[in-house]
């Protein structure tokens, strides 16, 4: 790795980081080609990390079948991997539909909150990176309600990660999005509704360790689901001895922002244009036409 201008603290940090971030808890459905992550830079553009086809659930005769109801309330979680910032969203649809991203954008439920929910840095005082933009690797957390729409059977929980910031050690540049999904079987609970009968549930739940008992979020590049997926690009050519070559990232150099995800943001989308490595800004929002992630 190459970094020429940080100093011997910012590599102890890097050191301890890798670009990445993953619902821990539940497993997810890994993959063998980005050791388990989904990282949209890398070439990874989802729905899942891996497809229906490959799912443990699937293939994997040890994998513990994970029951919910309709109704339940989970609580997922993931570690905050040293990165500050940006939203997480989780939605659920029938298995049989996890390849496919227009059933995760267009599902009545969905759940959004602040990537720092529950957590922060391990040292609230270090600057270095920024304020409260420090190492940390604690367990962040939300909850989702198992939407009553889903009938008994195999679904699939997809957790996207966007908005984060501080790429390796450069405290200007954010992240692109990452994804992992894993699967249930629902089998009972409340009464099935028909699709959409309940109207849209969209759900907000802002605070994050930069702004704690509010209801917005520290933010970098995008506040909205597709702008930083890379379209159906891949690194051109990717070094073993050079993470960063690994990547497209950064999705942007323009810093942090505070507030909403797009769709509960009063003023809407909120995203600039000085996008990193020098590529223009279409090349970082074609996912309409590939993947869907700008509905």
Not at 202 to 209: C, E, I, L, P, S
Not at 214 to 241: E, H, M
Request: one cysteine or more.
């Amino acid at each position: 790795m190459r970094f020429p201008t940080l100093s011997l603290l910012g590599c102890a940090f890097l050191a301890h980081t890798y670009a990445h971030s993953m619902m821990t808890i539940p497993r997810g459905r890994g993959n063998t080609e980005w050791w388990g992550t989904c990282a949209s830079g890398a070439g990874c553009h989802g729905p899942c990390e891996s497809k229906r086809a490959q799912a443990p659930i699937l293939n994997d005769p040890t994998y513990p079948i994970q029951t919910v109801r309709r109704g339940d309330t989970l609580t997922i979680h993931w570690q905050r991997f040293n990165h500050p910032g940006g939203f997480v969203r989780l939605t659920m649809v029938p298995f049989d539909q996890s390849d496919d991203w227009t059933a995760f954008h267009t599902t009545s439920y969905a759940k959004f909150s602040c990537y720092e929910s529950n957590c922060g840095p391990d040292d609230p005082n270090d600057s270095y990176f920024g304020p409260m933009n420090g190492p940390g690797d604690g367990i962040c957390s939300t909850s989702f309600t198992v939407p009553q729409d889903l009938p008994d059977g195999k679904v699939t929980l997809q957790w996207i990660w966007y908005g984060g910031g501080v790429y390796y050690g450069q405290a200007d540049a954010g992240f692109g999005e990452y994804y992992t999904c894993t699967d249930y079987v629902v089998q009972g609970g409340q009464d099935v509704a028909a699709p959409g009968a309940a109207g849209s549930q969209r759900v907000w739940q802002g605070g994050d360790a930069s702004n704690p008992g509010t209801d917005v979020c520290k933010y970098w590049s995008s506040n909205r689901i597709g702008d930083c997926s890379f379209g159906n690009l891949r690194p051109a050519n990717p070094q073993a001895d050079d993470l960063q070559s690994q990547s497209l990232e950064p999705c942007s150099r323009a810093g942090a922002f505070v507030g909403k995800s797009a769709e509960f943001d009063p003023q809407g989308v909120r995203h600039v244009k000085r996008w990193g490595r020098g590529v223009r800004s279409e090349a970082f929002v074609q996912a309409n036409a590939v993947n869907g992630t700008r509905a």
